[in-house]
């Protein structure tokens, strides 16, 4: 009897990113998994044929870096996105008159770089009287909230010392609003946790987007903890989403650092800081599964607040600061390694990324593991030798494309002409040897992956200007960061990633091949379909003989 496939897509420009057989015609898909991929007609038969006539066909895209409660939650907040302090004010105006008395006005998205300054407790006050008000920045290192809210937290007419953050004040000693980096946990202890519904709420709007972006799976970058988290209770949120049907993309899971704890293993286990039941890295499958330990080292170069080894542009007495003692940071490290865990490490700064690294090195005499896959997340300002380090140690770097147009100018102008040749490094990567990944940091920056591909390439700021051009890579390399890469990141390249047979039907289909078209026409280009375990999860409506799921998010 001939074999028959479930699903079979013909007179398709096929890019399968797998270097031994780089490009096909026809896929065909068994259950949710790839069953064979060819060069003309097929001689099998499918209980569904789909003529993609022409259409691009991708692996589907993989953001390895995300935060995907806090991108569902933005898009019921205030959109901050704007160019002055006066537009954002009117923005706050507009959205406490349309929330319910006794709420909080909450918005996101802010720039202070942009709108010319940070917004002030006193404007919010008067555009906002009687209200609570939280204003997110753009890149989630910081905060600026009303008088109402200081006044609950007790700090309206004085700043406390806050370990790994701050509050700013004015030259008086008068809070200004504006809570840095760990600061904001201080908010946290009036807003959170939020409830299970709202965040599975949260992670459905999202999921609804990531597909008609073409994406299949994500990497939530820190649940359960810390400024990053939203609830203790942040996994059953998603076990909640996919429950209903309504989980939308495969997620990885980063746990914060703050959610891991003693858990009274036997000193033989190594197990010194864990998850209650030695719950750890790989617990899961493949739709929901924990990655690794997230842990912030440092702040942002928007902010200033990234640790530096020589002080920001015009700022002599600021070279940003860790989030904790270095010490800590490097013994939580650790004893992640040691207990079995996968290690994300925030580190932007060039001070940040020399404890990561110091860190990783010392993990790996004190405890060889094969193959633990540890990551440095942004590898934002880093120096040549700190690139050749992070080879030798087999480390992921995981910088995001898009920042070069969204912050690429405030962080040209935070570290100065001598040092904007480390900025958010690609080409320098693979040069080393190592595997790039692909990823936005959503909501810092838009998460179209399309977006993130046009800036790895074209490597521009808003202004025009050129960002690091020398790091920039071709479309090529682009989009296997953003297919096998960030597979390879997740230590999933064995199932997805690339057109293989045996790997999950996991697709996107794009109304042009990217690596036909010139480099400013990428963003452009438009997502037909995504295919996600060989069901289709989106259809823009162009292909309408893609009917092939239940449930279509349509546009």
Same mark, same amino acid.
Request: charged share 20%; net charge negative; proline share 5%.
């Given at each position: 009897?001939?074999?028959?496939?479930?699903?079979?897509?013909?007179?398709?420009?096929?890019?399968?990113?797998?270097? /031994?057989? =780089?490009?096909?015609?026809?896929?065909? *898909?068994?259950?949710?998994?790839?069953?064979?991929? !060819?060069?003309?007609?097929?001689? %099998?038969?499918?209980?569904?044929?789909?003529?993609?006539?022409?259409?691009?066909?991708?692996?589907?895209?993989?953001?390895?870096?995300?935060?995907?409660?806090?991108?569902?939650?933005?898009?019921?907040?205030?959109?901050?996105?704007?160019?002055?302090? #006066?537009?954002?004010?009117?923005?706050?105006?507009?959205?406490?008159?349309?929330?319910?008395?006794? $709420?909080?006005?909450?918005?996101?998205?802010?720039?202070?770089?942009?709108?010319?300054?940070?917004?002030?407790?006193?404007?919010?006050?008067?555009?906002? =009287?009687?209200?609570?008000?939280?204003?997110?920045?753009?890149?989630?290192?910081?905060?600026?909230?009303?008088?109402?809210?200081?006044?609950?937290? /007790?700090?309206?007419?004085?700043?406390?010392?806050?370990?790994?953050?701050?509050?700013?004040?004015?030259?008086?000693?008068?809070?200004?609003?504006?809570?840095?980096?760990? +600061?904001?946990?201080?908010?946290?202890?009036?807003?959170?946790? !939020?409830?299970?519904?709202?965040?599975?709420?949260?992670?459905?709007?999202?999921?609804?987007? !990531?597909?008609?972006?073409?994406?299949?799976?994500?990497? $939530?970058?820190?649940?359960?903890?810390?400024?990053?988290?939203?609830?203790?209770? $942040?996994?059953?949120?998603?076990?909640?989403?996919?429950?209903?049907?309504?989980?939308?993309?495969?997620?990885?899971?980063?746990? +914060?650092?703050?959610?891991?704890?003693? %858990?009274?293993?036997?000193?033989?286990?190594?197990?010194?800081?864990?998850?209650?039941?030695?719950?750890?890295?790989?617990?899961?499958?493949?739709?929901?599964?924990?990655?690794?330990?997230?842990?912030?080292?440092?702040?942002?170069?928007?902010?200033?607040?990234?640790?530096?080894?020589?002080?920001?542009?015009?700022?002599?007495?600021?070279?940003?600061?860790?989030?904790?003692?270095?010490?800590?940071?490097?013994?939580?490290?650790?004893?992640?390694?040691?207990?079995?865990?996968?290690?994300?490490?925030?580190?932007?700064?060039?001070?940040?990324?020399?404890?990561?690294?110091?860190?990783?090195?010392?993990?790996?005499?004190?405890? =060889?593991?094969?193959?633990?896959?540890?990551?440095?997340?942004?590898?934002?300002?880093?120096?040549?030798?700190? *690139?050749?380090?992070?080879?030798?140690?087999?480390?992921?770097? *995981?910088?995001?494309?898009?920042?070069?147009?969204?912050?690429?100018?405030?962080?040209?102008?935070?570290?100065?002409?001598?040092?904007?040749?480390?900025? !958010?490094?690609?080409?320098?990567?693979?040069?080393?040897?190592?595997?790039?990944?692909?990823?936005?940091?959503?909501?810092?920056?838009?998460?179209?992956?399309?977006?993130?591909?046009?800036?790895?390439?074209?490597?521009?700021?808003?202004?025009?200007?050129?960002?690091?051009?020398?790091?920039?890579?071709?479309?090529?390399?682009?989009?296997?960061?953003?297919?096998?890469?960030?597979?390879?990141?997740?230590?999933?390249?064995?199932?997805? #990633?690339?057109?293989?047979?045996?790997?999950?039907?996991?697709?996107?289909?794009?109304?042009?091949? =990217?690596?036909?078209?010139?480099?400013?026409?990428?963003?452009?280009?438009?997502?037909?379909?995504?295919?996600?375990?060989?069901?289709?999860?989106?259809?823009?409506?162009?292909? #309408?003989?893609?009917?092939?799921?239940?449930?279509?998010?349509?546009?």
């Amino acid at each position: 009897m001939p074999y028959e496939a479930d699903l079979l897509l013909v007179n398709a420009n096929v890019l399968t990113i797998d270097p /031994g057989r =780089p490009r096909a015609s026809a896929v065909a *898909v068994s259950g949710d998994r790839i069953a064979g991929v !060819y060069d003309g007609d097929p001689a %099998i038969t499918a209980r569904s044929v789909v003529d993609l006539k022409g259409a691009t066909l991708l692996p589907g895209f993989h953001d390895a870096h995300n935060h995907m409660i806090g991108f569902g939650l933005s898009r019921t907040e205030a959109d901050l996105r704007v160019a002055s302090l #006066g537009e954002l004010y009117d923005r706050v105006a507009s959205h406490a008159r349309t929330t319910k008395a006794g $709420e909080w006005v909450v918005g996101s998205g802010y720039d202070q770089t942009k709108t010319g300054g940070h917004p002030h407790r006193d404007a919010l006050d008067n555009v906002a =009287p009687g209200r609570r008000v939280w204003l997110k920045h753009t890149s989630g290192h910081m905060c600026v909230v009303s008088s109402l809210v200081l006044a609950d937290l /007790g700090i309206d007419t004085a700043a406390p010392q806050v370990d790994g953050g701050r509050v700013a004040t004015d030259e008086a000693g008068r809070p200004t609003g504006l809570l840095e980096e760990r +600061a904001q946990e201080l908010v946290a202890a009036l807003t959170h946790p !939020y409830p299970v519904r709202t965040l599975a709420d949260a992670i459905a709007r999202a999921g609804e987007q !990531y597909l008609r972006e073409g994406l299949t799976s994500v990497t $939530e970058a820190g649940i359960g903890g810390g400024w990053v988290g939203h609830s203790p209770a $942040e996994l059953a949120a998603y076990q909640a989403a996919r429950d209903a049907g309504r989980l939308h993309v495969r997620v990885e899971l980063m746990v +914060a650092s703050e959610v891991l704890h003693g %858990i009274g293993a036997h000193p033989s286990d190594g197990i010194e800081l864990g998850l209650d039941l030695g719950i750890r890295t790989g617990f899961g499958d493949d739709w929901l599964r924990l990655g690794p330990m997230k842990i912030f080292t440092d702040g942002s170069l928007v902010g200033r607040t990234a640790a530096m080894s020589d002080p920001y542009e015009g700022q002599p007495a600021n070279a940003g600061y860790f989030q904790a003692g270095a010490a800590d940071l490097a013994a939580t490290i650790v004893a992640a390694h040691r207990a079995g865990w996968r290690v994300a490490a925030h580190a932007i700064g060039d001070r940040a990324i020399d404890l990561a690294l110091d860190a990783f090195g010392t993990a790996a005499a004190a405890y =060889p593991r094969k193959d633990p896959r540890h990551r440095i997340e942004h590898f934002a300002a880093a120096r040549p030798d700190q *690139v050749v380090t992070a080879s030798e140690r087999s480390l992921l770097a *995981v910088p995001q494309g898009r920042f070069c147009t969204e912050l690429g100018d405030a962080m040209m102008a935070a570290v100065g002409p001598r040092r904007q040749s480390w900025l !958010y490094r690609q080409r320098s990567l693979l040069d080393a040897g190592m595997v790039l990944p692909g990823s936005s940091d959503r909501p810092v920056a838009a998460g179209a992956p399309l977006l993130g591909i046009h800036d790895m390439v074209n490597r521009r700021t808003a202004s025009g200007a050129p960002f690091n051009a020398a790091e920039a890579v071709t479309v090529e390399q682009a989009l296997r960061a953003y297919t096998f890469g960030s597979a390879y990141a997740s230590k999933a390249e064995h199932v997805k #990633g690339t057109i293989e047979p045996g790997k999950f039907a996991d697709f996107v289909v794009l109304s042009e091949d =990217p690596t036909a078209v010139g480099p400013d026409r990428i963003a452009g280009l438009a997502v037909l379909a995504t295919i996600v375990g060989g069901q289709l999860r989106y259809d823009s409506g162009v292909l #309408g003989t893609l009917a092939l799921a239940d449930a279509i998010v349509r546009v």
